[in-house]
């Protein structure tokens, strides 16, 4: 069985806060529940370079800096460049597989907690279960899913020219769709009506006996 259902983006994901936890979080725990009633012979899940934050980098001197972060006063100061310890600019190079996790959103922390629930009760159960980075393209209404991106460009180099001129054409076009202000005010909309239907919260009340140790 291959896992590949999850809500995707970063910055959405900061604030669509329920809706991301209960598709990727709990959505992953109700499969394997499931399959703990009906065992596969192996499970594999998708897994996210979202996980390994910004990357690797590498300094002027050649040396490697993982799990990098920009400070609030480089934000701030409108500096976006990633920086070593003595402000030096450090560039991205290629990162590899055993990078250690840097999950600087909840989108790549519900990516990365359904790597762990899948390899964690696999385990438990007796399921082969094992994660694999993935790239998605979308061609019409199929999705290509490869284990690196080298494995997509060799797929998409095979095809005709004018196809993977269409293919890209149509992604722009969606992408675009998504980021109008029109878009972005209709969802806005969407969240305030939530949030206006919901009941309000009952008033909480202390216990006497706690309120006096207080």
């Known amino acids: 069985m291959y896992h590949l259902v999850a809500i995707v983006g970063v910055g959405q994901s900061m604030y669509e806060l ?13 499969l394997l529940e499931a399959l ?15 996980v390994y934050g910004e990357g690797l980098y590498e300094g002027p001197d050649g040396s490697t800096h993982s799990n990098v972060e920009r400070t609030l006063d480089q934000l701030r100061r409108n ?29 790549a922390l519900s990516k990365f907690d359904q790597d762990r629930m899948c390899l964690m009760i696999g385990r438990a159960y007796n399921i082969p279960a094992s ?9 019409d209404k ?19 020219e004018e196809e993977r001129r269409r293919i890209g054409e149509r992604a722009r076009r969606r ?21 206006l239907e919901k009941p309000k919260p009952r008033a909480l009340r202390l216990v006497p006996s706690m309120a006096q140790k207080g």
């Open 18 to 30: 329920a809706r991301y936890t209960s598709v990727n979080n709990y959505g992953t725990a109700i």
């Open 36 to 50: 703990i009633e009906r065992p596969v012979e192996r499970l594999v899940v998708a897994s996210s370079m979202s």
């Open 79 to 107: 500096d976006w460049e990633l920086r070593g310890p003595m402000g030096e600019l450090l560039k991205p190079v290629v990162t590899p597989e055993w990078k250690t996790p840097s999950l600087e959103s909840l989108y």
């Open 131 to 139: 994660s694999t980075p993935s790239n998605q393209v979308t061609i």
């Open 142 to 160: 199929e999705i290509l899913v490869s284990r690196s991106t080298d494995e997509s460009l060799a797929f998409l180099r095979q095809m005709r």
């Open 175 to 195: 992408i675009l769709a998504r980021q109008t202000s029109a878009h972005r005010a209709a969802e806005l909309e969407g969240y305030v009506y939530q949030v």
